[in-house]
């Protein structure tokens, strides 16, 4: 599950609040164990997301670095390439 979790930081352009929940929600899974919570867990479950994802954006903003910011699409194609690299193309 985590191996999907993303790096978020230093992007132009930022990571989008979308992607930040999307990441907290893959690491609450991955801790817990749970693809879905049970009824009895769901509220715990949604409550650390939350957490995690707001804890995330506090984080992300905070972060300073004097790198330029890494484009998108140059990013996406080398991760492509990895993959087929790792994987073989199909």
Do not use: W
């Amino acid at each position: 599950m985590c191996r999907n979790i993303k790096i978020l930081y230093n992007f132009d352009p930022s990571a989008t609040d979308e992607e930040i929940r999307a990441a907290a929600v893959q690491f609450t899974r991955k801790i817990t164990g749970f693809a879905a919570p049970s009824a009895a867990n769901e509220e715990a479950f949604n409550r650390a997301v939350n957490e995690v994802t707001h804890t995330s954006t506090i984080l992300l903003r905070s972060l300073v670095t004097s790198a330029p910011p890494r484009n998108r699409e140059i990013e996406a194609a080398k991760a492509h390439a990895r993959a087929v690299r790792r994987f073989g193309s199909r």
